[in-house]
């Protein structure tokens, strides 16, 4: 589903990303680990087409397309989830209004009508349930005023919604109490499904213990430095990065 | 003569051809005045981005030309559009002249309590002790009067309707409100400036609101009027004690505006909240000065103005309040934010603060910025469009005023027309 091959990016002139390589297949969820600055968040970011971030070689095809042509709204259109590390707060927009745009959006991209008022509020409920998410977050501000751990269930919400072919977790579990990342961990679970691929980019095992991954890569200096099944995770929270970066210096 | 000041003989002329009735008197003394202190320049600190010329242009073209007004089949249809769309008791004021049909009809159909009368039919003569409301006095035919008797609550607002026709020739009017809220009572006014045509036309206003000892006031200015008119508004208000205000201003069109409250506070334990939008597209200038006098404490003023600007714009906002010795139990607050949806629109923010009591809790905060990419980034992440998700932070950055309207119900008029024009605004500026 996604392939990426040999991936160089930079901001500012700053070499993040150099030369990094990865596939993820439907069906597979990969964790990427990597200590402060190793260019997660980068990776992240270049996926979903953050136009600071300028990629100098390499390629990303997503569904056997050149992904890196695409605006970030047409790769969100086209399956692309990001949930953001920061989700941004944005006063004066209705939450109901974003997440109904937003679905309306890929509906429009796959030719479909508008989703149904009612059905839409229903489907917003549901997966509210879910995730234990009070319907009064509907109608608030984006984001706004929201906790830590509120803000990161409103991503999941928001992927729940969208039904994305590729999410990407960006530090999703960040910042969370253990009942909002067991709330955050059964949202993502709920979406685990033969055609889905998820990327959890995270700096702790934590979360591993709750989403179990199929693959986890180490990234360090803006490569993946190793990859390995989930005993690779277990291995890292015993030894620390260092020994990551030891090896990769051998 | 130089071309940038009045035509005063001409003045004269016409303010002489008035008829003769009880505010002639005040006409003439007003003339006076306006000959004394002449019109402001930018010479003048509060006057220093906003430049008159074009408005003593167009006010000598009007005293040298016929003065004919023309109403038309058009102004009628505007409004009956405004009138339906708004619920209220409306009275309507065209090209200057006050509506005697809409008076008649506002008599027999508003609430007891609130009364009507003409300026004319008192004695008392009207104030001008501002530059421009001397130029409005020596001018003016005749204004309103709206009294809102002791402890008498209002259901539906009083609307007050000024619709102007351009469609030919310079054009020129006056207009003036007094509105009086006795003790106790309770009311809300839309005071609603609207035009027809597109030739030049310089409409001055002229109002003034008493809030009486623990009375309510709900006060919402819409300012909708053609892109090549010229307005001039000044609103002094007096608070009484106990008294409530909430004042809310929209400028949505109009092509050079410039607006002043006034706003005075002589007595312990009101509060006031003003609020204020000015969308300002290409070629607009729109300047609004506001100034609270705090003279005794406790009492609150709080004021939140926003302004959203594109291609080559103009923005003026200058707040200041004045906490005076003695004043103390103030809590004064003010706020002013500046969208700015080009490269080439200029905001002049300027926040005044004087402090002569010593307990007193006074705060002023004001930027001037571009949409926020971060937020841009996220909401096309969430599969909308640059343009759509432009659109959707320009409007929930009007909306935290528009929400704020004491009229103010999902999908209302000032609601549509704010949208209509951040539409009509960001179809210039998107790239």
Known sequence: MLEIKDLKASIGGTEILRGLSLSANAGEVHAIMGPNGSGKSTLAQVIAGHEDYEVTAGSVTFKGENLLELAPEERAREGIFLGFQYPVEIAGVNNAYLLKAAVNAKRKHQGLGEIDAFEFLKLAKEKMALLGMDQKFLHRGVNEGFSGGEKKRNEILQMAMLEPCLAILDETDSGLDIDALRAVAEGVNSLRSPDRAIILVTHYQRLLDYIEPDHVHVLSDGRIARSGDKSLALALEEKGYDWIREAANE | ?431
């Open chain 2, 1 to 431: 003569m130089s071309p940038s000041s009045l035509s005063m003989d001409v003045l004269r002329d016409v303010v002489e051809q008035l008829p003769d009735d009880a505010l002639s008197a005040s006409r003439l003394a007003a003339l006076e005045h306006l000959n004394k202190y002449g019109l402001p320049t930018t010479r003048d600190e509060d006057w220093k981005y906003t430049d008159l010329t074009q408005i003593i242009d167009v006010s000598n073209r009007w005293l040298n030309s016929k003065r004919e007004s023309s109403s038309s089949a058009k102004t009628q249809a505007l409004i009956d559009e405004i009138r339906n769309s708004i619920e209220a008791d409306w009275l309507v004021v065209t090209d200057g002249q006050l509506d005697a049909q809409s008076i008649d009809e506002f008599a027999r159909s508003s609430e007891p309590g609130v009364r009507i009368s003409l300026l004319s039919d008192s004695a008392q003569g009207i104030s001008f002790d501002a530059p421009l409301s001397d130029l409005n006095a020596a001018l003016l035919q005749d204004g309103l009067r709206i009294h809102v008797a002791k402890d008498v609550a209002l259901a539906r607002p009083v609307g007050i309707l000024f619709v102007d026709n351009a469609d030919a020739s310079p054009g020129m009017t006056q207009t003036r409100i007094e509105i009086e809220l006795a003790v106790g009572s309770d009311a809300t006014f839309i005071e609603y400036h609207a035009s027809i045509g597109a030739d030049d036309h310089y409409s001055n206003a002229v109002g003034n609101l008493l809030v009486g000892d623990n009375a309510h006031a709900n006060y919402v200015r819409i300012q909708d009027r053609g892109l090549s008119h010229k307005h001039t508004n000044r609103m002094s208000i007096r608070c009484g004690r106990d008294s409530k205000l909430n004042h809310c201003a929209f400028d949505i069109g109009g092509g050079f505006v410039r607006n002043d409250i006034v706003i005075d506070i002589a007595e312990p334990g009101s509060c006031i909240v003003f609020d204020g939008l000015y969308l300002v597209g290409n070629g607009q200038h729109i300047d609004n000065h506001t100034r609270a006098d705090h003279r005794v404490g406790p009492a609150e003023s709080h004021q939140e103005y926003r302004g959203i600007l594109a291609g080559q714009a103009r923005a003026v906002w200058n707040g200041k309040a004045i906490v005076h010795k003695g004043a103390d139990g103030t809590d004064a607050e003010q706020s002013n934010h500046n969208l700015l949806l080009s490269e080439k629109c200029e905001v002049d923010a300027k926040p005044e603060l004087e402090i002569y009591a010593d307990d007193v809790k006074c705060s002023h905060g004001t930027t001037v910025g571009q949409l926020d990419e971060t937020a841009l980034f996220y909401l096309r992440t969430r599969g909308i469009s640059r343009h759509a998700a432009k659109q959707m932070l320009t409007s929930a950055f009007a909306q935290t005023i528009v929400g704020k309207s004491p009229i103010h119900a999902e999908g209302d008029r000032v609601g549509a027309r704010v949208a209509q024009r951040l539409d009509q605004m960001m179809q210039g500026v998107n790239t």
